[in-house]
């Protein structure tokens, strides 16, 4: 069977194995993928921190997934179509932020599914709102701020949902 990664990208002030990604990895390899964390600690810029995914990636063979949280997500987002990647789950994805409305990626025709937090007050719900409408995404809006950490339970079930549903796609 060919290889099957989900790659997870965080957010500006966390890293690689916070709460979250560790507990999604798990669900993760209960899926069957192998899962890889990137570290953008010390890097600021989302342009860098692209840069970082793609060379990240590069030497990986298979059916990739990217997940992303908050800058994470803007990351995932900008990288997904030159990795052909299969499906993407963002949390409360750093879209459409002052500054950077335009920079916003387009992303590819593939699977994508938005968790975001209603009590946000780092990246505006309205802004995943507008994202999922415009591109088709799958939009989950729950009752959480935007490091969403009392929610990692029902994240986990989303994401499991995600990826089971995703199986047509790789």
């Given at each position: 069977?060919?290889?099957?990664y989900?790659?997870?990208?965080?957010?500006?002030?966390?890293?690689?194995?916070?709460?979250?990604?560790?507990?999604?990895?798990?669900?993760?390899?209960s899926?069957?993928?192998?899962?890889?964390?990137?570290?953008?600690?010390?890097?600021?810029?989302p342009?860098?921190?692209?840069?970082?995914?793609?060379?990240?990636?590069?030497?990986?063979?298979?059916?990739?997934?990217?997940?992303?949280?908050?800058?994470?997500?803007?990351?995932?987002?900008?990288?997904?179509?030159?990795?052909?990647?299969?499906?993407?789950?963002?949390?409360?994805?750093?879209?459409?932020?002052?500054?950077?409305?335009?920079?916003?990626?387009?992303?590819?025709?593939?699977?994508?599914?938005?968790?975001?937090?209603?009590?946000?007050?780092?990246?505006?719900?309205?802004?995943?709102?507008?994202?999922?409408?415009?591109?088709?995404?799958?939009?989950?809006?729950?009752?959480?701020?935007?490091?969403?950490?009392?929610?990692?339970?029902?994240?986990?079930?989303?994401?499991?949902?995600?990826?089971?549903?995703?199986?047509?796609?790789?």
């Amino acid at each position: 069977m060919a290889e099957r990664y989900v790659v997870f990208s965080h957010g500006k002030e966390s890293g690689p194995w916070g709460a979250k990604i560790s507990a999604m990895a798990e669900i993760a390899r209960s899926e069957g993928f192998e899962p890889e964390s990137v570290d953008y600690q010390g890097i600021e810029d989302p342009d860098d921190r692209v840069t970082r995914l793609l060379s990240f990636c590069k030497d990986l063979r298979g059916s990739l997934v990217l997940v992303g949280s908050s800058m994470g997500g803007h990351v995932s987002t900008a990288a997904a179509a030159l990795l052909q990647a299969r499906g993407m789950f963002l949390l409360a994805p750093a879209f459409y932020m002052p500054g950077h409305a335009g920079v916003t990626p387009k992303p590819p025709k593939i699977p994508i599914t938005i968790v975001h937090g209603w009590k946000d007050d780092i990246v505006p719900v309205e802004n995943s709102v507008r994202f999922a409408k415009q591109y088709g995404a799958t939009l989950h809006i729950v009752d959480a701020d935007h490091r969403m950490q009392d929610n990692i339970a029902q994240i986990n079930y989303l994401f499991e949902y995600f990826l089971v549903t995703l199986e047509k796609f790789l």
